[in-house]
């Protein structure tokens, strides 16, 4: 079981960064491939970034592709989203999730979830 607790969302102009956290509860932490979707309101999830277990892997959605950077800390059980170059398009509910399997842009392969933090990105 993995309980995951998302921090870091607020209010940013265009252009400007913030940095989510998601911290992770349970032992087997180091083994899941985690992963940060977002959802807008009346829009689908949609898949950001995911990072293999080791962290010495990662996927990145190609709408944020050279603006945001996935990264784990298995020492201190988080996981980071850092977002750059902040556009009004990102703003959205974001997600940490977790799965015990492969590196996927797939939600439906992800077995936990967190609660979601709010970013809102005014132009």
């Known amino acids: 079981q993995v309980q995951l607790v998302e921090s870091g969302g607020g209010l940013v102009q265009a252009g400007g960064s913030l940095r989510l956290s998601c911290a992770a509860s349970g032992r087997t932490f180091i083994m899941y491939v985690m992963g940060w979707f977002r959802q807008a309101p009346g829009k689908e999830r949609e898949f950001v970034a995911a990072i293999s277990w080791s962290g010495g892997s990662t996927y990145i959605a190609d709408s944020v592709k050279g603006r945001f950077t996935i990264s784990k800390d298995n020492n201190k059980n988080m996981v980071y989203l850092q977002m750059n170059s902040l556009k009004p398009e990102d703003t959205a509910v974001y997600y940490c999730?977790?799965?015990?399997?492969?590196?996927?842009?797939?939600?439906?392969?992800?077995?936990?979830w967190g609660q979601g933090t709010q970013v809102t990105v005014s132009s």
């Open positions: 999730a977790a799965n015990a399997g492969r590196v996927v842009a797939d939600a439906n392969e992800y077995d936990y």
